[in-house]
Structure formats: structure tokens, C-alpha cells
């Protein structure tokens, strides 16, 4: 759970007047964010290997020792898509069901619905296996940070086809209002801008979501008197769609998947993001 004060990291009413606070933001605890990336990893490492459990998974049946070490005591089958989908629902049922009632922390409803009812994925990609098992809402504040500054390198090192693609797969939505009603952010927004001479203002970015990344980056290196953890907490209080989370998903599941020209140049983009996220089955062999 994070503390936020209203006047500066949190968005102003419509009226111009702060928010009653302070405002929290709450996320995954610690030790259930380590608990479920663990199971997490040791279930895509199965799959990985060519193992499935045709989704006789539940809490029971999730063993953990003295030193956080995972074992799902169920009767192993052949790996199959089908089986190993079932078994990524059965998880996010698992984990569906610890908040139930009790509200969602933060991006952690997305990985419960990707698990639950996404897109039948091919569950030995490393790519879907990346954004499963370091998913956002399994992470520190301080990785989720690292990976919005990364992002922006690696975006901005892209060929301009890659770009053009993962621009018209990504939706673009309004952003630049949001941030402006908030002080903390405002700052950012206009750090690089440029009086123009009919009295307009020109900034540096654009309603896209190429543009609200490189933003975020900017919003976390500019605000150096607060913490990461707040700033990271405000951002994801001000974007609630998940932002950053949604942008990893369409690298790696939906850019993967594109009709496109420059499948080569794609392929090497999602092993770059794979690589920064961190491949978790990269000593095994593909069963």
C-alpha cells in the first residue's frame, strides 16, 4: 500500500480542487508477489518441457518448502495447448479467487484475466512465458520503473517498419489532459516545450502510446525530490488501464502475432523485451 499526497501526484478534480487524502494505492504484497512468480515460473517451466497438468491445479495441491521452492503435487500429462491453457486458467482462478470481495491491487487483474480468459496462447513462446511470469503486478516498484526506462530505449532504437506496425496495433487514446491536472506532472509535460509565436505551446509528445511511454520515463527522471515508489504509484493511479502492463502484452503477444512485412526485425524486438524481462526457461530444452 502506498501513501499519496493529493496536491501533487494525484489528479485534481474537475473543479480545480485537490483530492481529500491521502490517496492509497494498493498493490500485491511481497510475499505473495515472490509466492505467485514462483508458481508462476515453475508451471511455465513444465510447459516449457513438454509437461502439463490439464488444469488439476487448485491451492492444495501448490506445495511451497521452508525456503519458498514451489511443487504442484498433480498427476502430470503430455504437454498439449489445450491442457497447459486449462492450466493457466486454473491459476488465475486460484488467484482470482484470493481477492475476491476484497478489491484488486494494482495491474493484478490483468494477469487474472489474461490467465482466466485470454486469448488461447501458444503457452511454450518464451514471449507469453516472459510476460506471465514477470508480469507487473508481480514486481518491486523499482523493476517496474527500470522497464518503462528500458522500454523507451528500445523502443527508440526501432526500425521505422517495427514502428510503424506496433503504432497501429497499440490504440491510441487521450492522454495529455490527464496529465496536465496533475502538478507533479504537468512539470514533465512541459519541460522540453517551445513557445510558438501565435501564442500556441508545443510539447514533444502525441496522443499515442509510443509518446505516453517516453512520457513516463520522463515523469520518473524529472521528479527527483519524491520517491520511486510514489512516483510509480502515481503514474499507475493516473493511467488505471494499465498502461505499461497492456504495451508489454502487445509486444509480446500481439505484435508476435501481426500481419505484417518485417518479421525478422519484429522477432528481434521481442527478444530484446523478452531478454529485459528475463527468460525464465533459457537452461531448457523445448519438449
Not at 81 to 100: E, P, R, T, V
Amino acid at each position: 500500500m502506498v501513501s499519496l499526497p493529493p496536491k501533487d501526484l494525484v489528479c485534481l478534480r474537475r473543479d480545480g480542487s485537490a483530492q481529500q487524502g491521502p490517496i492509497l494505492v494498493k498493490y500485491l504484497a511481497a510475499p505473495m508477489q515472490f509466492r505467485s512468480r514462483n508458481v508462476l515460473i515453475q508451471l511455465c517451466r513444465k510447459h516449457y518441457s513438454g509437461t502439463s497438468y490439464g488444469g488439476k491445479i487448485t491451492s492444495k495441491n501448490i506445495l511451497f518448502d521452508r525456503y519458498g521452492n514451489v511443487r504442484i503435487d498433480s498427476a502430470p500429462e503430455r504437454f498439449t495447448q489445450h491442457s497447459a491453457n486449462l492450466d493457466y486458467g486454473a491459476i488465475g482462478k486460484i488467484l482470482d479467487d484470493s481477492f475476491q470481495d476484497k478489491g484488486y491491487p494494482m495491474h493484478f487483474y490483468q494477469l487474472v484475466d489474461f490467465l482466466r480468459y485470454g486469448p488461447a496462447v501458444d503457452c511454450q513462446s518464451e514471449a507469453v512465458i516472459a510476460f506471465v511470469t514477470s508480469h507487473f503486478s508481480l514486481l518491486s516498484h523499482y523493476a517496474r520503473v527500470s522497464i518503462s526506462e528500458i522500454l523507451v530505449q528500445l523502443v527508440e532504437r526501432l526500425h521505422p517498419d517495427v514502428m510503424a506496425v506496433l503504432l497501429d496495433i497499440f490504440d491510441k487514446f487521450a492522454w495529455a489532459n490527464t496529465v496536465k491536472n496533475v502538478a507533479a506532472m504537468n512539470f514533465p509535460y512541459f519541460y522540453h516545450s517551445r513557445n510558438n509565436r501565435d501564442g500556441t505551446v508545443s510539447v514533444p509528445y502525441v496522443d499515442d502510446g509510443v509518446s505516453f511511454l517516453k512520457f513516463s520515463n520522463n515523469f520518473f527522471k524529472h521528479n527527483k525530490w519524491t520517491s520511486l515508489e510514489k512516483l510509480d504509484a502515481a503514474f499507475s493511479l493516473m493511467e488505471k488501464r494499465n498502461f505499461i502492463p497492456r504495451f508489454l502484452l502487445t509486444i509480446l503477444v500481439t505484435l508476435k502475432d501481426s500481419e505484417n512485412q518485417c518479421p525478422a526485425l519484429i522477432q528481434s524486438f521481442i527478444d530484446q523485451v523478452v531478454g529485459m524481462l528475463g527468460n525464465n526457461v533459457i537452461d531448457l530444452e523445448r519438449g
